[in-house]
């Protein structure tokens, strides 16, 4: 198994470890890290870093009756069961297969395992789109309702060239796309923001990928003129 | 037992029933003499925990809070509530807290602590990092309604690590522990700057996309703070001594 060559990158991956990612962009960072075992370790070394600033805050004095609350509260609810936690991966026979599946947790438990029975919309020829549902009321206030998507483009296929107004997160869940940027497989994430004018293009097997924006994409060559008032891409 | 040793095990059991004098419960007698959960919880831990090198030093938090999952100490637990719950009411109010309110969330992270400490594993993380992330998540829950995606560990689609992760062993554990301490130490020395980029970034739910905005320094300034402060942090925490 590969481990992925495009990583989110310090500044998002402390966002993310500290807590001020929306939902949408935490569930593609959260996605990429289930197949990044690097940005994984990466995260955990923040979460410490999470843990040592917390020693170090000046404390606030909390009223006593606080406690006596707390313990009051302690028998309202059972304690959560022991989850049998499993150290060692399962040994792998040879020669037998295992399936894998194709997404990842946390992707999975919001669009479930079968991706044919999603209500895929045609965004243009070769390329369809399904809108993820998003558990939250309302995204992160400071930057704007996050956007996931499902895209699944065929082979050869891509958007037009465009920029970002905002980010957009692009995670390669199976096949792969090409950019100016570089090549992208299963676990690689794009990251576009402004400074980044591109036109992926599927690869000939095609691609299928989790996209999340904050912002809008804009078109900058000729078809954007035209698409730019009519797409909410 | 030796006379030391239960005295030393008192004055830790009394620093933790100092933070709990006012419960009224314990005025009733029912849990007459007050030091008794928590001799009781030093003594298990030290039979459990012999021949580690924490053996015979006082108990840590990671101590409490394996006594908690464990034992369900009450005692061991009003001692994780003296020293996280004044660090969480700080940390709830930089979120944008009123006093109650946080005082409320604080009070609701340390019942998951309680509930949740059976799962506490000290090989993977310190006492403090693991109440961190407990409170992080339930601030986004509870103050912007929101889920935070989450890896699951025992996924089959989960690409492993190419090393294997930790072991379970007692070097291991105390690595974690010494980790945060290592990194407190490199926190100081940061240089102010950096640090309160970290801050505004673990405490003030912006993205660094907004503190750039916010702060008027430019994104790409912000970026290379934060990498120069991980930079230095990372090498703190994996320099073992």
């Keep these: 198994m590969t481990v992925p060559t495009h990583h989110p990158g310090d500044t998002l991956l402390i966002d ?20 990044c075992p690097c940005c994984r370790l990466n995260v955990a070394e923040m979460e410490a870093i999470g843990g ?19 313990l009051a509260r302690l028998d309202e609810i059972p304690p959560l069961p022991r989850a049998p936690r499993v150290h060692k991966p399962k040994p792998v026979c040879p020669g037998q297969r295992t399936e894998t599946p194709l997404l990842p947790e946390p992707l999975r438990r919001y669009v479930g395992d079968d991706l044919d029975r999603l209500p895929w919309t045609s965004l243009m020829r070769g390329m369809d789109c399904v809108e ?10 400071t930057t704007g309702r996050g956007r996931a998507r499902l895209m699944r483009m065929k082979g050869g296929v891509g958007p037009p060239r465009h920029t970002h107004r905002g980010i957009e997160l692009t995670l390669v869940l199976d096949g792969g ?24 293009v599927a690869d000939e097997e095609g691609c299928l990928c989790l996209a999340v924006t904050v912002g809008h994409l804009h078109f900058t060559g000729a078809l954007g003129l035209i698409l730019n008032p009519f797409v909410k891409f | 037992m030796n006379a030391p040793f239960i005295e030393a095990s008192i004055a830790a059991a009394m620093t933790a029933l100092r933070l709990r004098r006012r419960d009224s419960r314990f005025a009733e007698g029912r849990c007459t003499p007050h030091v008794e959960p928590c001799e009781l919880f030093f003594i298990n831990a030290r039979m459990q925990d012999t021949g580690s090198p924490t053996a015979g ?9 394996l006594a908690v999952g464990r034992e369900r100490d009450r005692a ?42 059976e799962t506490y594993d000290p090989v993977q993380a310190s006492a403090s990092t693991w109440v961190f992330t407990i409170a992080r998540n339930k601030r986004i829950d509870a103050l912007r309604r929101e889920q935070r995606p989450e890896i699951d560990p025992d996924d089959p689609a989960l690409v492993p690590a190419l090393v294997p992760g930790p072991l379970e062993s007692a070097d291991h554990r105390v690595e974690a522990q010494e980790t945060t301490g290592r990194l407190r130490a490199a926190l100081k020395i940061l240089p102010p700057e950096q640090a309160e980029l ?8 912006k993205p660094h996309s907004v503190i750039s905005a916010e702060q ?12 120069l402060a991980m930079e230095r942090l990372r090498k703190a925490m994996r320099d073992t001594v």
């Design chain 1, 132 to 141: 993820i549902p998003l558990f939250g009321q309302h995204s992160d206030p």
């Design chain 2, 57 to 65: 030093s006082p108990p840590t938090l990671e101590d409490f809070l």
């Design chain 1, 16 to 35: 993310y470890a500290g807590g001020a990612l929306g939902e949408a962009v935490s569930l593609v960072i959260a996605t990429h890290l289930a197949l």
């Design chain 2, 198 to 205: 970290l801050r505004l970034a673990y405490f003030e739910d």
């Design chain 2, 216 to 227: 008027g320094i430019p994104l790409g300034t912000v970026k290379s703070r934060l990498r």
């Design chain 2, 76 to 117: 061991a637990f009003a001692a994780l509530f003296g020293h996280f719950a004044p660090r969480l009411k700080a940390y709830l109010r930089r979120q944008g807290c009123d006093p109650g309110g946080a005082e409320e969330l604080v009070q609701e992270v340390m019942l998951l602590v309680w509930r949740r400490a």
């Design chain 1, 177 to 200: 796309f090409s950019d100016d940027l570089g090549q992208f497989v299963r676990g690689d994430l794009a990251v576009g923001d402004e400074s980044v004018h591109h036109r992926p």
């Design chain 1, 52 to 70: 040592a600033l917390l020693e170090e805050i000046e404390p606030e004095e909390v009223d006593p009756s606080c406690l006596d609350a707390v």
